[in-house]
Each structure stands twice: as C-alpha cells, then as structure tokens.
C-alpha cells in the first residue's frame, strides 16, 4: 500500500468516517459527476472545450475517494494501478488503443 492509500485509511479511521465499499462507490461515482459538472459549466456544455477549468480540490476529492474505496475493498491501490499500466503498455504493443471495449 503506498503512502497516500494509508494517509486515506489513517484519515478516515481518524475522524470515523468507515462505511461499506458500496457506499464508497457512490462517494466516488458522486466526486466524478461533480467533476463532470464543472466541465459542463466551465465550457458552456460543450460549446467551448478550450475553457475547460476543473478545481484541483476538486481532483483531490476524486482520489481521496478512489483510495477510500480501494482500502474498504483491502485493494492495493499502487499495485492496481501497475496492473492498469501494464495492461495498457500490452494493448499499446499489440496496436490498440489503451481503452477498454475495442
């Protein structure tokens, strides 16, 4: 686990913020929206994609979620994160694109 996963789990045990991983799924799916959101407003939906502005707080909440939800499921957040990379270095190689679904 690296050093930012445990700072979550240390913040959350801290202040008694434990809830079941479902419940941090929503939390997560809810920081994305809001992010989405700024992206909506921050361009006129769509109208101006070179004014896009996202609040860096706002990627802070995105990660802080994100690693809430890899501790509630006792997922190593770094090592899940190796995997992806190497998941996508493969497809790469292998002449697709880096996404899923193709």
Known sequence: ???HQEAVA???ERH????P???RLLDLVSEVGE???DANTSTG???APGDLELESDEIGDVLFATLALADALEIDAEAALEEALEKYERRLDGGETPGSGE
Request: hydrophobic share 35%.
């Open 21 to 23: 991983p479902e419940f």
């Open 45 to 47: 939906y769509g109208d």
């Open 16 to 19: 008694d913020l434990e809830t």
């Open 10 to 12: 240390a913040f959350v």
């Open 1 to 3: 686990m690296d050093d």
């Open 35 to 37: 992010l989405g959101k």
